[in-house]
């Protein structure tokens, strides 16, 4: 009897647990290594944008993500490393990818070991530490993208060998009624990776910031916690980005817009006219050419930049910690591990072998 009163509570505290509002502590920490992933983002981003001569290359990745999703009649494809019709190539798309993976890798981890260590041990390390088991599980944490990347690739590339082989004369339609059932499976089972790796990810970091297991035990996870708990997986991510929009919308729109708003309400003459715009990017710098309205427009456009790039931060910070949060309280329900515990990095042991006597002294030549 007692025993089933022990696991009734048991099962009740983990229902309550599963119940319970995330926690999210952003740190100085945590704040400095997401704004220090947005810059490195933005600059990687400017980078491969200058080197192939693309202007709003996000922009134009996002509208070829559509395309891939939904193919419209946008006109003829770009190449491998060229933009047409507002798209580009298949090489560029990969390449922004890439760069994020890196800094996820990195950065994403970092914050959540950082996060996860808050959470867990109340107690808080420096963004070295964070760094330090980061970069030392670099290459595990990019096992996740990959895998979900390589999955979708795979699936997709049946249902293309299935219309490649559709083309063979008289047999070809034959195989298409045949294999048509087996590409929707095929669809169906890539679009559901997809959206299991966008809901996914945040668990994925939080097990890499957390646990001290292989590539795969974070992805398998992952997919497990979000099997067997969906609409706890789902409200969680739901109230992360709902959160994290609104603080993006806060910090950028209210405070950063707010405050270049309030400045030129009463300005005018060449302030208003040439420093503002050029330090909101509507004109170039280098039309600001009298001293000193082009050094205070090029610092105001440098402090505007960093400040959307902090507000960036901020919220990469709180959606990895709150993904922390959820990982912590999944795992204790699905797998039934204490939230307090996480892997622990022991430092080196010294050496307790006694230290080797000192060579004897040379004998003194014969007198």
């Known amino acids: ?9 048991r099962r009740d505290d983990r229902d309550a647990a599963g119940i319970r509002l995330l926690r999210a502590p952003v740190s100085l920490a945590t704040l400095g290594l997401g704004t220090a992933a947005a810059i490195g983002f933005a600059l990687g981003i400017a980078i491969l944008s200058a080197l192939l001569g693309i202007d709003g290359l996000l922009e134009k990745v996002a509208i ?4 891939w999703v939904m193919p419209l009649p946008v006109g003829p494809a770009p190449g491998w490393l060229t933009e047409s019709g507002g798209r580009v190539g298949f090489l560029v798309v990969i390449a922004v990818f890439a760069w ?21 041990q109340d107690r808080s390390i420096g963004m070295r530490e964070a760094l330090s088991f980061a970069v030392a599980h670099s290459k595990s944490a990019l096992a996740f993208p990959l895998l979900v990347t390589c999955a979708i690739g795979f699936l997709v590339l049946v249902n293309g060998l299935a219309g490649l082989v559709a083309e063979v004369p008289y047999l070809g339609p034959i195989a298409l009624i045949l294999s048509f059932p087996l590409t929707l499976l095929a669809t169906l089972a890539a679009v559901m990776v997809g959206v299991g790796g966008v809901l996914g990810i945040g668990l994925a970091t939080a097990s890499y910031g957390i646990e001290r297991n292989g590539p795969l ?6 997919y497990s916690y979000l099997c067997s708990r969906p609409h706890q997986v789902v409200l969680y991510v739901a109230l992360a980005y709902l959160f994290g ?18 400045l030129r309400s009463l300005a005018y003459g060449n302030v208003a006219k040439s420093v503002f715009p050029a330090a909101l990017g509507d004109v170039p710098l280098s039309s600001v050419k009298v001293f000193p309205e082009s050094l205070a427009a090029l610092f105001v456009y440098l402090f505007v930049w960093l400040a959307k790039q902090a507000v960036l931060g901020l919220v990469i910070a709180y959606f990895v910690a ?12 699905v797998d039934d591990i204490p939230e307090n515990e996480i892997a622990v990095v022991e430092a080196p042991k010294p050496s307790l072998a006694p230290a080797s006597p000192p060579p004897p002294a040379p004998a003194p030549p014969p007198s």
Not at 1 to 9: F, I, L, N, P, Q
Not at 64 to 67: E, H, I, N, R
Not at 245 to 262: E, K, M, P, R, Y
């Open 1 to 9: 009897m007692d025993g089933d009163v022990k696991a009734t509570t």
């Open 64 to 67: 070829t993500l559509g395309t």
């Open 100 to 120: 994020g993976a890196v800094l996820w890798s990195t950065f994403g981890v970092a914050i959540a070991r950082a996060a996860g260590v808050r959470l867990a």
């Open 217 to 222: 035990d974070a992805v398998s996870r992952s």
């Open 245 to 262: 929009g609104f603080l993006w919308f806060a910090g950028d729109v209210l405070v950063v817009n707010g405050t270049l708003a309030s």
């Open 322 to 333: 709150s993904a922390c949060s959820a990982y912590l309280i999944l795992r204790r329900d």
